[in-house]
């Protein structure tokens, strides 16, 4: 069955670096655009960062511009696993952050991971 596991969360005082992991199983990975959501107390989802599948044009990402040039997206096939590395973390980021696979062929296929926490203080 299809299956994200995400982790790496923590908490980590302001400035400081993460490293998040969200491997998938059950489904063709490398065919999915990959994104990270986030969701902080009290308010509603986010889309964080995105990143498309690799073609023989290469591959897309985009960023929400609280996160642009702090936070990098990136994906290893090889390993169906995705990744978000945060840097120069601020309490503002603190959140769950949650892992999607999204494809759409004829009907749209949406999953996701059960979230990681991501708690930014000192």
């Known amino acids: 069955q299809v299956q994200l596991v995400d982790s790496g969360g923590g908490l980590v005082q302001p400035g400081g670096s993460l490293r998040l992991s969200c491997t998938a199983s059950g489904f063709t990975f490398s065919t999915y655009v990959m994104s990270w959501y986030r969701q902080a107390q009290g308010k509603e989802r986010e889309l964080v960062a995105a990143i498309t599948p690799i073609t023989i044009a290469g591959v897309s990402t985009n960023y929400r511009d609280s996160v642009k040039g702090r936070f990098t997206i990136s994906r290893d096939d090889a390993k169906n696993t995705v990744y978000l590395q945060m840097n120069s973390l601020k309490p503002e980021d603190t959140a769950v952050y949650y892992c999607?696979?999204?494809?759409?062929?004829?009907?749209?296929?949406?999953?996701w991971g059960q979230g990681t926490q991501v708690t930014v203080s000192s």
């Open positions: 999607n696979a999204r494809r759409r062929q004829g009907r749209l296929e949406d999953y």
